[in-house]
Each structure stands twice: as C-alpha cells, then as structure tokens.
C-alpha cells in the first residue's frame, strides 16, 4: 500500500486534483455480503466496532455511480485527515481495483479494515479519489485528462483495545478454550482431602502485537472461609510476546468434604472454577478446625496458608491457634494418626500426642500451634496431621522506635495538675503518630472511677507524635502532657501505643490521704453560725467532724462539738457520685445570744488515714 | 459579764443536721469556645466540666448568686437556680456584662448606644450615659455603687482611665489615668488584670504586680478574654492557643488551675 499510495500522490500531481466537497457522483452503503440486512446509507460519522489491538474489523462499503457520467474511480483510502491522501495507519482497503470505470449504475465493493495499532480513540478519514467525464475531457487519455477529485466521504471513529488473550486448559480430550463469565464452571475432578488436582491453564495472544501479561487472581469470595484453589503464576512472563503464550497452575487442595467453589479472575473477565473434596484414605474422614484467641472457629484448606497474623518480635506475646480433630460420628471405625508434627522454627506444637493416636467415632483430640518468632521477617512452616498436611505463615515486624519509659516528675497525690513526658531510650530514626491513654483503678472498695482523672486536653486519649530525631513525644507540640489525678486513691496507668510496637503501660500510685480541706469560710448569720468547708477525701472514709469554737479573745467556748457524719458522707460519695473524692460542707449552729462573740472555729475531719484540721474566723 | 457570757454559750450550741448539707463543691459556669456555657466543678487544680451546655452565649458572667448573659443581643439575667429574672433585648452584638456577687450587681454595658443596663430587682433597666468627657475603649464594667457605676477604658494613647458615672443622671463623676496596667481587662476583688507579652498581669491595690506566665510563647495583643465563673472565680482564655485557666482570686490568695478541655472542644 505504501507503493500504491505514492503511485497515487504521483498520479494526483500529473493530472491535477481538486479538493472537492460538493457531492461526489457515487453513493456509499455498508453492505452485508451475506444479504441478510439490506444495504444503509455509510452516515457522515461512522462508528467502527471497538477492537482489540492487533485483530481487524472489516467494514464492506458499496459504491454506487449515481451519475449519469462515466467515472473513473481512482481509488479509496482511510486519511489521518479530511483532504489528505496519505494513509491512517490504524485502516485499511481492501478489494480494491484500481482504476475502475465505472458507467452510470456501476457499483464497486470494497472493505474498509480497522486494525488499530495501539490502544485508545482513533478516527480516520474515509476519502475516495476519481474523475469524472464531463465538459469534453475522457479519461485515460493525457490530452484532454478530466481532473482527479479527492473526496471525503465519512469519518470514521473507532476505539481500540488491549490485545485479547485466549484462556484455554488442557483437558484429556485435547485444549479447551474457556469463556469468561460462562454459567458453567471448570470443574476440577473430586480429590482426596489428603491430594491435590491441578490444572494447568495457557494463556495465548494469537495478535500480531506483544501484550503485557493480565492480573491473574483467585480473588476471595468468602472471607470467613479459605479456598480450596492456589494459585502459581510463577511461569507467567511480564510480556507474553505475539503469537506465544504463557502456563500457569491452579491447584485444588481440599481439606474439607464437599462442593468448593473459586473464581479464576483475569484481568477485567472471571472464570468460575469448583471441585469437591471427597473421602478416599481412613485419614480424610477426620474433620479439622482450629480457633483463634478471639473465640472464631476457622476450617481450613490444605490450599490456604494458615495464617498467624502479624506479631511483635521480642516480646512474651505470640499468636495461638487451637487446633481440634474429630472423628465424626458418621465414621463407622477409629481413624488413626500416625503422627502430629510441625516444622518451622517459629512454630511450636503443644498438647499434641506423641505418637500413634486411634481416634474413634465421636471422639476429639486437640492441641495446640503457638507462632513465636525469634525476630522479625516472615515465616513459614508445616503442620501435618499424619498425610494431611498445611502450610503455616505469620509475620514479625518491630517498630524501630526505641524503647518508652514514662515521667511524672515527683510523685503523685491526689488534686494535682501534673504532666507525663514520654522519653525514648535514643532518638527516634523515624518519624510516627501513637497514641498515649489513662486508665484510673481506684483502690476505694466499691468506686470505679473519678471523673476528674483526665487529660487536661481533654478526655484519656490523645494522639502524640514523634519527630524523626526526637527523644521524646509530643502532644501539639508539647512533650509535657498536662492531666489532673483526680481525688479518689488509686493507679494512673498510662499507655502508649505505637504502629508495631509492644504497648508500652506505666502506672503510677496516688496514695490514700488525710481528708484535704482546701477552703473554709465561717459567717455569723444570727441566730446561726455558719461554716462552709471545701476539700476532698480520697479514701471515701470520712466520718467524725470536730467543731470547737472560740471566743473573739481566742477562749475556747465550751467543749469541741463532735458529730459521726459518716452516713452523710457515705450517700454522697456512693450515691450518684460526679465528684471523686470531693465534698462541700455546710454546717449551720443555730445559738441563742450575741453571735458577735463567737470569734472563730476550729474544724477536724477524720477519715481512715488520720484526722486534718483547719479553722476559719467569723465574718 | 465576760464570765456570764461564755458560760451561757456553752449551752447555746445545738446539735447540728448535716443531711443535705454535703454535696460537690460547685465554682461556677464557664463560656467555652463554641459558645456553651459548663457548670464547673471542684477545687483548685481538680476542675470538673460537666458534660452537659447548661446555656450558649456569646457573653456570660457568673456570680454565687446568679448570671448576666448575652447572645445575640439578647441579654438574660439569671438567679443561682437557673431561673431567668430579666432580659433586654439590644442590638448589641458583643455587650460587655459583670455580676460581681448579689443580683444587684449585674450591669450591662452596650457600647454602641452608650446605654448601662442595671437590675432594679424586677427589669433591667436601660440608662443612657451622658457621653462628655468619656473618652476610649470601655474593656471592663462593674457597679461600684447602687448610684454609680465604674468604667476601665483603654484610651487612644494606651493609658488606662478609670472612670465613674453616676447612675442617675447618667454624667461622669470622675475620671483617673491609672499609672500601671494597660488594656486592663477586669477588676476583682481590688485586683486589676491586664495582660502583656509574658502573661496576666495582676496588680493587687498596695501596688504589688504578679505577673502569671499562662504560655511559653509570647501572648498576642488582646488575646486573652476573662470572664467571671462565680464571686471568686474567674475563666481566663486564650484564643489563639485555645488554652484556658481558672483563677481563684480573692482578697490576697490568688491561684492558678488549667481548665481542662470539654469532650466537645477546647476552652475558650
């Protein structure tokens, strides 16, 4: 075509062209070679079929003489533009005959090809080239040579996409090519719990073009139940190259009887895929489960990794599994397992028996798999329940933070505003974002808490940070972190939690006190006197208060009036209690006399760690 | 008659009842950022928020014997329970208010009518001001009398005055340039609090200047806003930092408690 296309350029310069736009003396049609549908008009927008890189549409065109002149029709192409002569190479045209004459009525087949060469939209210009015999010119002759026309027809739009690949799998029979979404799924033949059945599927790219492998998965469908199908794609190059193809396996490994249902996904397309898992050796009959610290009971696939999750290396936490082995009832005679044993260095069997075990009908052994990895990495290993056998992965990751320790400063006591600082052992290599709470334990029999006990940010827990570089963390920039300790005895316990690190916890004691009197206010209100205490008690314990009063000489009047409040107190502190350890107390002593002469009061509470006193003159 | 008097005393004193006499100290109601008003609970360095808005305000000052609130012009005058007693409504968006202790302290200051509102135990009752000789920016009011009332105003040369206006006739008593604090933001208890870069400056009426670092980084002008919690408590905060505090401040104790934040968001 390359040489046609200059033979056309050169053509178009010997007997001069125009550009023209009015109508040409055909007409266009796509045509059905087989006749079933009837001839359409080609429109002026003509949208070709999507179509894979490296495979072609054919688009058949029938052109009419619809004039009365006898044309000759040079030829047709598809343009990169409108009044161009060059070709778009994503078209072609073929059946084409050069130089037709073509008499008024004469028509002319030929096929425009879409064979993108590259992804995405692509839209070319469908232009034909003739002469036409009129005003006295002919054509073939060089005298009296009619002007070649160069006429634009359609354009037409396509959209190209990724190559497609063929899936197929080797059956007995021979290569099956598999649909995508079909209703029918593969089946893989019924397999022992203690084998495995693997198919081995190709994938083939009969384009012209070399294609980048398709994602290849067995996404789950079911994330409360391991599949019975793996995967290998380890053969599958990154690029399968035109014309060649690729194998990759999947295995049907089952460990539980029944239908197994998977779905072989590539890329955008999906393929259903089953098999079922059926007794065949005494040793299938055994039904497997384990469960996990959270009480979640899991079946597993001898296909399915049994995972451990992700632990912190270094320290006494390990993830356990509880494993349990039943020999059904429906099993008419004890199944026996010549061993139990498991492999990998990070992996340690407890409670399993030693050697031989008949297993009768009904009846459970159980033991359990602990994954405690001496460091970080990931590992694997083996558990094999006599032939059956599963692999066994967990993962072991430690934060490079260095190691926490907590501050107060002095010790702590009840009605404090203190601070925490959280100090590194070295500065941190990295940058992160953790966590610090508080948690209060009274140590009062029968109180669950202090309200006041929080951080004066608010709430018991914040977000803190740590600068790559940093020897401490900060909240908002502060690595001093205010909190109050409340008024009630007991243990601030602290914890800071990082992104894979241990939970680092500190706690601190607030130890039981004397009742605190922080304010006390006394007013003559004849004929009462009145006295106002503010202060706390942290053991919840007050019970005898002491009054003693005084003169304005300083003599004391009588003797110290004694009351047990302790049931006051006791309602307060235990009944609907919103204040900790907090009291307000308001005695009035209603008198006879000259309230003017009574100077001053001396006050004394008691509670179980001794008696503190204070005294306030009258106002 | 001192014999006689002491012997009779000591037969004067009955037995007391403390049933309903205990219960959580109470320090008052705090403004917080997000306008909600908090009853606080506690002691010094051990302040309970309460979870619950009692009221939302744009302004709030809280005696032991009631409150002076203002939204949205709205100016409400409550009594120690919760009862509303008054309301006036102005046009003002930011009034100035101030109950130092009784009921009868409560005053109002609009400052872009120049008209004080005071209860006269049934109605606020606007007075407007007689405006010679009342120059500057009024940042504190407070009744100084049942005739008169005080006024601090930050001058155009940043002086400080401190003048009095007589209720009745609405016309200014008098007029001081105060020699120490500028931009003084309210008197308590015969403490002027103003504020500079290192912090709240309280001066006590001898003359003695405490100043009270609240930030480690230098205070921004006009930063700070205090408001009256109870008689004795006051709720200082920052608006840049959203830090705020509680005073204690009467006669000469003063104390210091950061005011911890409420779940909903900071103190202000």
């Known amino acids: 075509m390359k ?187 019924n397999t022992s719990l203690s084998a495995t059945s693997t198919f081995t599927f190709t994938l083939t790219n009969p384009t012209t073009v070399d ?65 079922a898992g059926i007794i065949v050796a005494g040793i299938d009959a055994l039904q497997i489960s384990y469960t996990d610290s959270t009480g979640v009971r899991t079946l597993p696939q001898a296909a399915t990794p049994i995972s451990f999750g992700q632990v912190i290396p270094g320290t006494a936490s390990s993830a356990i599994l509880t494993f349990s082995v039943t020999n059904p009832t429906t ?59 599963f692999i066994l992965n967990g993962i072991s990751s430690a934060s490079p933070i260095p190691s926490i320790s907590l501050s107060v400063g002095a010790p702590l006591s009840s009605q404090q505003q203190a601070s925490v600082t959280i100090q590194l052992s070295a500065p941190s290599p990295v940058s992160a974002v953790g966590t610090i709470s508080m948690a209060f334990a009274p140590s009062v029999a029968n109180v669950t808490d202090d309200p006041a006990v929080a951080f004066l940010a608010g709430g018991r827990e914040l977000s803190i940070t740590i600068n790559s570089g940093a020897q401490t963390a900060a909240y908002q920039g502060q690595t001093a972190i205010g909190f109050q300790t409340g008024t009630t005895a007991g243990s601030i316990t602290f914890s800071v939690a990082f ?7 500190q706690s601190f004691t607030i130890p039981p006190s004397a009742s605190q009197l922080v304010s006390a206010q006394a007013i003559r209100e004849s004929p009462n006197l009145l006295v106002t205490l503010s202060g706390y008690d942290n053991t919840y314990s007050t019970g005898a208060l002491s009054f003693t009063f005084y003169d304005t000489t300083g003599k004391q009047i009588g003797s110290p009036i004694q009351i047990n409040a302790a049931s006051n107190f006791q309602q307060l502190f235990f009944s609907n209690n919103t204040g900790g350890g907090l009291f307000s107390l308001q005695a009035s002593f209603p008198v006879s006399g000259e309230v003017t002469q009574v100077g001053s009061v001396s006050v004394g509470l008691t509670n179980s760690q001794g008696q503190s006193t204070t005294s306030a003159t009258f106002q | 008659m001192k014999r006689r008097g002491v012997e009779a005393w000591a037969v004067f004193f009955l037995a007391t009842v403390l049933h309903a006499q205990l219960s959580v100290p109470q320090l008052g109601f705090a403004r917080f950022a997000d306008g909600s008003v908090h009853a606080i609970q506690g002691v010094a360095a051990n302040l309970i928020v309460s979870p619950r808005a009692v009221a939302t305000a744009n302004r709030a000052s809280f005696s032991n014997a009631g409150g002076l609130t203002a939204k949205n012009g709205l100016i409400q005058l409550w009594d120690a329970s919760g009862k509303q007693l008054a309301s006036y409504q102005s046009d003002e968006a930011l009034p100035l208010v101030n109950i130092d202790s009784s009921l009868q302290t409560a005053i109002a200051w609009l400052p872009s009518s120049h008209v004080l509102l005071t209860w006269d135990g049934t109605t606020l009752v606007a007075r407007p001001l007689d405006d010679a000789g009342f120059e500057g920016t009024v940042t504190f009011v407070r009744l100084e009398s049942a005739a008169i009332a005080q006024f601090f105003l930050v001058q155009a040369n940043s002086k400080v005055a401190k003048a009095s206006v007589s209720l009745p006739s609405g016309r200014l008593i008098s007029s001081d340039i105060l020699p120490g604090p500028h931009g003084v933001l309210f008197v308590q208890s015969g403490w002027i609090l103003s504020q500079s870069d290192e912090g709240l400056v309280a001066e006590m009426p001898d003359g003695y200047r405490q100043t009270i670092s609240l930030l480690r980084n230098p205070l921004l002008t ?31 104790k003063l104390n210091v408690s950061v005011m911890p934040h409420t779940s909903k968001g900071v103190a202000r």
């Open chain 1, 3 to 189: 040489q046609f296309a200059i033979t056309l350029a050169l053509w178009l310069a010997a007997v001069g062209t125009a550009r023209a736009q009015t109508p040409p003396p055909f007409s266009f049609y796509i045509h059905d070679t087989t006749g079933t549908t009837p001839d359409t008009p080609l429109p002026a927008i003509y949208q070709v079929a999507s179509t894979a890189v490296g495979n072609s549409t054919p688009t058949v065109i029938k052109m009419v003489n619809t004039s009365s002149n006898t044309v000759n029709f040079i030829l047709a192409l598809v343009a990169p533009g409108a009044s161009s002569s060059a070709r778009n190479p994503n078209f072609s045209v073929t059946g084409l005959f050069q130089d037709e004459i073509l008499s008024p009525g004469a028509s002319v087949l030929y096929v425009v090809n879409f064979a993108p060469a590259a992804t995405g939209a692509i839209t070319g210009y469908f232009n034909v080239a003739y002469q036409i015999e009129q005003n006295g010119c002919q054509v073939g002759t060089s005298t009296n040579a009619c002007p070649g026309v160069l006429y634009n027809v359609s354009t037409f739009n396509g959209s190209a996409t990724a190559p497609q690949l063929l899936l197929s799998y080797q059956s007995a029979s021979g290569p099956v090519t598999l649909l995508p979404s079909s209703a029918s799924p593969l089946n893989f033949p």
């Open chain 1, 211 to 275: 294609t980048p492998a398709p994602a290849i998965t067995l996404p789950v469908i079911n994330t409360n139940a391991p599949s019975a199908f793996t995967l290998n794609t380890s053969s599958v190059p990154a690029t399968i190259t035109a014309g060649s193809s690729a194998n990759f396996t999947v295995t049907f490994a089952p460990s539980q009887t029944g239908l197994a249902n998977g779905v072989l996904q590539i890329a955008s397309d999906s393929f259903p895929i089953q098999g």
């Open chain 1, 331 to 389: 099993s008419y005679n004890p199944v026996t397992v010549p061993s139990i044993t498991v492999t990998g260095a990070a992996f340690t069997l407890t409670g399993a028996p030693t050697s031989s075990v008949a297993i009768a009908p009904g009846n459970t052994i159980t033991f359990t798999l602990s994954f405690t990895p001496p460091s970080s990495g990931s590992f694997t290993g083996t558990l094999a329940i006599g032939s059956r056998s």
């Open chain 1, 499 to 505: 992104a894979n690190a241990a939970v680092y916890t």
């Open chain 2, 222 to 252: 006009g930063d700070l806003t205090i408001e009256r919690m109870s008689t004795d408590w006051l709720h200082v905060s920052s608006q840049a930092t959203g830090a705020s505090w509680a005073i204690f401040l009467s006669g000469t």
